[in-house]
């Protein structure tokens, strides 16, 4: 079956660095577009980036410049580099597969299947 194990959050002061992985398994991972999506307090849950099966990447408005996803499909691993990270990064992180077939890759109704989340916690 397919499982997403997310991995690497912690706390962090403001202006630090956090390198967050995405294990997938239970199908080939190197065929799918995968995604990060995170949840803050109170909040809906948001798009952070995406990448194509291929390594080309999207960003949100909100992480460009700051954020870097990346995957190893050889390791069956997707990553997710955070710098320069600010307070309001503070959310728990969600690695993502689309469903098959998903035109689109903004919105979390595109995916069907979701890690666990890994906990990202920014202070001043």
């Known amino acids: 079956q397919v499982q997403l194990v997310e991995s690497g959050g912690g706390l962090v002061q403001a202006g630090g660095s956090l390198r967050l992985s995405c294990a997938a398994s239970g199908y080939t991972f190197s065929s799918y577009n995968m995604a990060w999506f995170r949840q803050a307090p109170g909040k809906e849950r948001e798009f952070v980036s995406w990448i194509h099966w291929s390594g080309r990447e999207y960003y949100a408005d909100s992480v460009k410049g700051r954020f870097t996803i990346s995957r190893d499909n050889a390791k069956n691993t997707m990553y997710l580099q955070l710098n320069n990270l600010k307070r309001e990064d503070t959310a728990v992180y969600y690695c993502?597969?689309?469903?098959?077939?998903?035109?689109?890759?903004?919105?979390?109704?595109?995916?069907?299947?979701w890690g666990q989340g890994t906990q990202v916690t920014v202070s001043s």
């Open positions: 993502a597969r689309p469903r098959p077939g998903s035109s689109g890759f903004l919105r979390s109704v595109e995916y069907d299947y």
